[in-house]
């Protein structure tokens, strides 16, 4: 079946450090890749998104590329504020109507 | 404002008593679904709908039923709560489309229920 693996947290870092969150995922036929960011107390919102190979999703100066050959989609940010302290998710979707298969998640805490 | 909405926001309830989380969207999305949320297992869908009258079982179906019987409103219903369904559950919705990995769900804000 299909799934996703992220790295387990929390992950503490300080303002202005580099945040790198390992996502990995097995999927049939070719997924559409996705991370979601949960801010406290709220609903999840769309980060970004990539979907085909060597497709790079990129917003609010997060990035991610979609590599098919190591069948990952790392996240990272070159300089994390406070702001940036959440819950981030790395899902797939298979079909055409988006059903989401998530990671675990992973909690990023950025201290001053 | 476009948004996902759903009450109640807590719930605290005894096992055995029948409750209902309401959904609601104003975007005119056709597909709605809902989510658990479970510590180490991040979000599982229990039911999704890709329009009115039109629902079907996600991974976790189990405990569960909802109805659409308006396109805005997607309730789900726990007939006999009992404590594994404690849990925080959202709502999301999506336009309908056949498009590679379909288009954004917009989720609601969260029902975190607690079933002693």
């Known amino acids: 079946g299909n799934s996703v693996t992220q790295m387990e947290g929390p992950v503490t870092l300080s303002e202005e450090a580099f945040l790198t969150i390992n996502c990995t995922y097995t999927?049939?036929?070719?997924?559409?890749l996705f991370w979601y960011v949960q801010y406290p107390g709220e609903g999840l919102q769309l980060l970004l998104k990539a979907t085909k190979a060597d497709d790079k999703g990129s917003n609010k100066g997060f990035e991610a590329t979609y590599r098919k050959e190591t069948t990952s989609f790392h996240l990272e940010k070159g300089s994390v504020q406070v702001s940036d302290s959440a819950v981030y998710f790395c899902a797939l979707s298979v079909d055409s109507w988006g059903k989401l298969q998530f990671g675990a998640g992973t909690q990023v805490v950025v201290t001053p | 404002e476009a948004q996902v909405t759903q009450n109640p926001r807590y719930l605290i309830t005894v096992t055995g008593k029948k409750l209902t989380v309401t959904c609601s969207q104003n975007?005119?999305?056709?597909?709605m679904s809902w989510y658990r949320q479970d510590p180490g297992l991040g979000l599982r869908q229990i039911y999704y709908s890709m329009n009115v009258e039109v629902t079907d079982k996600g991974d976790v179906p189990e405990g569960y039923k909802v109805s659409r019987k308006e396109k805005r409103n997607f309730p789900l219903i726990l007939e006999s709560p009992s404590p594994n369904q404690t849990s925080l559950y959202f709502c999301?919705?999506?336009?309908?489309?056949?498009?590679?990995?379909?288009?954004?769900?917009?989720f609601g804000p969260g029902t975190r229920l607690t079933v002693t």
């Open positions: 975007m005119n999305h056709e597909y």
């Open positions: 999927a049939t036929g070719y997924p559409s």
């Open positions: 999301a919705s999506s336009l309908k489309g056949l498009r590679q990995g379909g288009y954004e769900q917009y």
